[in-house]
């Protein structure tokens, strides 16, 4: 579950923003005067959006939002003055704030991040560079002495890995293994 953090100057505009969520179904929320508030409870957690006004105490919105890691996200609140100039990159939303469009906003970026959070989790981790180097060896040996692209290797080891339900690595060691024993 992703955390909203609203970091705004004054208490009482934060703690009204974070009753309004709690309101609409939101219940992981925090309340924060400032961005070095902010920033430890951002790293309290894996994903999140950070609510933010445009001037903090200690820093503007746009360097908070730079030291935001990966899964997070920012909203800024503020005048259509100070919203026209947030640039590419951020979203906002105009003061004063219309209930709707804020949860709506706020909805639609915890949607985003939890996508990203998902591709990320399905996209294979990378091999080690030995363990690359069992199947680049393999697939070579198979081009040379088969006859085969690099595209028809690689489909014959991962096939041959299926088959037996072993690694695509441990499947190219033992490719290798049988190729160099009958040399």
């Known amino acids: 579950m992703s955390i909203i953090i609203i970091v705004l100057p004054k208490p009482e505009d934060a703690k009204k923003i974070r009753k309004i ?12 005067t400032t961005a070095a508030q902010a920033l430890i409870e951002v ?9 933010s006004g445009y001037k903090l105490p200690d820093m503007y919105y746009r360097e908070l939002a730079e030291c935001l890691p990966g899964f997070f996200e920012m909203l800024l609140i503020g005048s259509a003055n100070v919203v026209s100039s947030a640039g590419s ?9 219309r209930i709707y469009e804020l ?7 915890l949607y985003q991040i939890e996508r990203r959070q998902k591709k990320e989790k399905k996209k294979p981790k990378p091999r080690c560079e030995r363990d ?3 199947i680049t060896n393999a697939k070579l040996l198979l081009m040379d002495r088969n006859h085969l692209t690099e ?4 489909r014959y080891i991962q096939k041959c890995s ?22």
């Open 21 to 32: 969520l709690i309101q609409h179904g939101f219940e992981n929320t925090v309340a924060c």
């Open 43 to 51: 790293n309290k957690h894996p994903a999140g959006l950070v609510i």
């Open 89 to 97: 990159g951020i979203m906002a939303v105009t003061m004063p704030i």
């Open 103 to 109: 949860v709506n906003t706020v909805e639609m970026q």
């Open 132 to 134: 690359q180097n069992y």
């Open 151 to 154: 595209e028809e290797a690689y």
């Open 162 to 183: 299926m088959d037996s339900a072993t690694g695509m690595v441990e499947t190219a060691q033992m490719i290798l293994t049988l190729i160099y024993d009958e040399v």
